[in-house]
């Protein structure tokens, strides 16, 4: 027989995902280097800023990504952000 407990038993999406959480812990974005930005008018929420973007065309891993406030993108949106030909 076969067993496993479900709390150990993980996606790879969750394997990348909980490295990502890991990097921004461990790394977090120095204040120093936002200190310039404003906060954008009649925004509640304010902007979280990460020393990492996660590069993905996967629907699922997105979601979950956004659900821990890490920046999400696919390589097309990330290349013209960065302005990267």
């Keep these: ?50 020393n990492l973007v996660l590069l993905t065309e996967d629907r699922v891993l997105n979601m979950k990504a956004m659900c821990q406030h890490i920046p999400c993108r696919t390589m097309v949106r990330f290349m013209k952000w960065a302005k990267i030909s």
């Design 1 to 50: 027989m076969n067993f496993y407990c479900q709390e150990t038993f993980q996606v790879n999406d969750d394997r990348i995902l909980r490295s990502c959480v890991n990097y921004t812990q461990s790394e977090p974005a120095p204040e120093s280097l936002f200190s310039d930005v404003k906060v954008p008018q009649g925004r509640e929420m304010p902007n979280i800023y990460r």
